[in-house]
């Protein structure tokens, strides 16, 4: 299996401007996350997913943010307008929930750097 | 809630040193514990986990005990290598989340 796939790697843009990030979890997997990661907050959940459904979106900073899961084998995370503290890596990870109540580990993709100008 | 408390770094160490990464957590009910590693621009991958209390999780060398009665993951490698300079994450999850210490950034010196 491939992994988890985030594109793009790295993405610079100018304040104000949309960001749309993307991830493509690994097949068969029923829960997808969206992280943010920075120095100053380390690493937070913003969102996460079971099968395509939104369960938890209390992570999500501000109204500025929005995640889809449009099926499940694709997600977007998108910032509009982006700002300068917008800026921090994004990992999406995704996970299999057996339902016996043992949690499985979660798989991240290699993360998207954001720098916001 | 549920939480999780890593010692700060970094540690240094020079090669071939003891390694131990105190990890304290708080939780309702007997969640999984887990040791992520991340290594530099990449994402954060399981190095290793234990499911229930006296489990002993282990690999690549590393190795981490579940005490309950301590409610402790500490993680612990009797050799490092230059190659194991990364950060590292204590977790735990009850249910459909994970809860990430603050990480611990390890450099190993030759």
């Known amino acids: 299996d491939a992994g988890v796939i985030q594109s793009p790697r790295h993405e610079v843009t100018e304040m104000g401007q949309e960001v749309t990030l993307r991830c493509k979890p690994i097949?068969?997997?029923?829960?997808l996350f969206w992280y943010r990661q920075t120095m100053m907050r380390g690493l937070e959940l913003l969102i996460y997913?079971?099968?395509?459904?939104?369960?938890?979106d209390s992570g999500m900073p501000e109204d500025r943010f929005s995640a889809k899961m449009p099926n499940a084998s694709f997600s977007t995370l998108k910032i509009q307008p982006s700002e300068p503290r917008d800026s921090a890596v994004y990992f999406c990870?995704?996970?299999?929930?057996?339902?016996?109540?043992?949690?499985?580990?979660?798989?991240f993709g290699p993360g998207t750097r954001l720098t916001v100008t | 809630g549920d939480s999780v408390t890593q010692m700060e770094g970094p540690v240094t160490l020079s090669e071939e040193a003891f390694l131990t990464i105190n990890c304290t957590y708080t939780?309702?009910?007997?969640?999984?514990l887990f040791w992520y590693v991340q290594y530099p621009g990449e994402g954060l991958q399981l190095l290793l986990k234990?499911?229930?209390?006296?489990d002993k999780g282990s690999n690549k060398g590393f190795e981490a005990t579940y005490r309950k009665e301590t409610t402790s993951f500490h993680l612990e490698k009797g050799s490092v290598q230059v190659s194991d300079s990364a950060v590292y994450f204590c977790a735990l999850s009850g249910g459909f989340k994970t809860i990430f210490g603050a990480g611990t950034r390890l450099f190993v010196k030759a």
């Open positions: 990870a995704s996970s299999l929930f057996s339902g016996s109540g043992i949690t499985y580990e979660q798989y």
């Open positions: 997913f079971n099968n395509n459904v939104p369960i938890d």
């Open positions: 097949s068969g997997h029923d829960y």
């Open positions: 234990a499911t229930k209390a006296d």
């Open positions: 939780a309702t009910g007997y969640p999984s």
